[in-house]
C-alpha cells in the first residue's frame, strides 16, 4: 500500500551537484523517519543521512559538509542535496521510511533506488 519512488539521479562531473528526492505515497498516517542508503560495487549497503519527523539529522562521515538531507512533511518526501561530488560517491543510491498506517502499524520501506555516477 506504500511506494518509495526515488528520483534525481544521474551521470556527474566531479566537484558537481545533484540534488536526489524520494516521494512516498499511499496509506500514510505519518513518517517517523527517513534516510538515504548507498551501495558501491563490491561494497555493503550503507546508510549516508538520516532525518527524524522533527528534524533532526545525522551524516555518514565520509559525506558531511558535502550533503545536506531534509524533508517536506505535506509532501512525503525526503531529499538529499549532494555538492561536491566525488567519484567515490558513485553507489545506487536508496530511500528508507519508517512508515506509520495505523494506530498500530508501522512498516519498514525501501526505494528501488537511483544510480548516482560521478566521473574523474
Known amino acids: 500500500q506504500v511506494q518509495l519512488v526515488e528520483s534525481g539521479g544521474g551521470l556527474v562531473q566531479a566537484g558537481g551537484s545533484l540534488r536526489l528526492s524520494c516521494a512516498a505515497s499511499?496509506?500514510?498516517?505519518?513518517?517517523?523517519?527517513m534516510g538515504w542508503y548507498r551501495q558501491a560495487p563490491g561494497k555493503q549497503r550503507e546508510l549516508v543521512a538520516g532525518?527524524?519527523?522533527?528534524?533532526?539529522?545525522n551524516y555518514a562521515d565520509s559525506v558531511k559538509g558535502r550533503f545536506t538531507i531534509s524533508r517536506d512533511n505535506a509532501k512525503n518526501t525526503v531529499y538529499l542535496q549532494m555538492n561536491s561530488l566525488q567519484p567515490e560517491d558513485t553507489a545506487v543510491y536508496y530511500c528508507?521510511?519508517?512508515?506509520?498506517?495505523?494506530?498500530?502499524?508501522?512498516?519498514?520501506?525501501w526505494g528501488k533506488g537511483t544510480l548516482v555516477t560521478v566521473s574523474s
Open positions: 532525518i527524524t519527523s522533527g528534524g533532526a539529522s
Open positions: 528508507n521510511a519508517n512508515i506509520r498506517q495505523s494506530s498500530n502499524i508501522v512498516m519498514h520501506y
Open positions: 499511499g496509506s500514510i498516517f505519518s513518517i517517523n523517519a
